[in-house]
């Protein structure tokens, strides 16, 4: 499984725009973009993917670069809620059973 | 939709014991996936399965098993307990597998090990 590289910890204002950086240098052709977070005392959930073209949903936007070796995840208004350990991981398509593998991932801290 | 219910939530054994942990996923999920989350070695996958196939295997020894039944419910037990073995205990469903899908986590069982 490909390896991705994130920041250890980032702070941030409530109310202002976040953005979540990711090094996936190895990444494959056919390796989606995945992020997760983990609220304190939860279990993960799900934020976004995508494989070559940005996604945008409710929770944030996916930036993903040309060459597809980085990505970034966009908290366009961060709120205290969004304090969580988030995590890049990536998943190979070819592969059809479902197994992630979690690095150390970033940990937000929103300060009111 | 009710989400991945987790049954016990939290779990005390002493070393030597077994446990069994349960796993509902939601409605219609056909895969479902055991992850242990520990201070030291973070989040890391155990096995999924799938139609009750297991399908994938995390790198972890054989003291650790799972089994899924036929209404995808899912169960993990882990004989022989070690202190190590206190963790919390997650279980992840999704609607079949593939990169483009999604996993929903449910809370996850705390187990002590005394």
């Known amino acids: 499984d490909a390896k991705t590289t994130q920041p250890n910890s980032m702070e941030s204002n409530e109310e202002e725009p976040v953005h979540l950086p990711c090094n996936h240098s190895t990444i494959s052709g056919t390796d989606y973009i995945h992020w997760y977070r983990q609220l304190p005392s939860q279990g993960p959930e799900y934020v976004i993917h995508?494989?070559?073209s940005n996604v945008n949903n409710r929770m944030a936007s996916l930036a993903i670069a040309e060459d597809r070796k980085s990505s970034t995840l966009i908290l366009h208004r961060a709120t205290l809620r969004d304090a969580a350990v988030y995590y890049c991981?990536?998943?190979?398509?070819?592969?059809?059973?479902?197994?992630?593998?979690f690095g150390s991932g970033t940990r937000l801290l929103v300060r009111p | 939709k009710a989400g991945v219910t987790q049954t016990p939530r939290y779990l005390i054994k002493t070393r030597g014991q077994q446990v069994t942990l349960s796993c509902s996923p939601i409605s219609g999920h056909r895969s479902v996936s055991w992850y242990q989350q520990t201070p030291g070695q973070g989040l890391q996958f155990l096995f999924e399965y799938f139609s009750e196939t297991q399908r994938n295997k995390g790198n972890f020894p054989g003291r650790f098993s799972g089994r899924q039944f036929s209404n995808s419910r899912s169960e993990m037990n882990v004989s022989t307990l070690e202190l190590g073995d206190s963790a919390l205990y997650l279980c992840?469903?999704?609607?079949?597998?593939?990169?483009?899908?999604?996993?929903?986590f449910g809370p996850g069982t705390r187990l002590t090990v005394l």
């Open positions: 991981i990536l998943r190979d398509s070819v592969d059809s059973s479902y197994k992630l593998i």
């Open positions: 995508g494989l070559t």
């Open positions: 992840a469903s999704s609607a079949s597998g593939g990169a483009g899908h999604t996993q929903y």
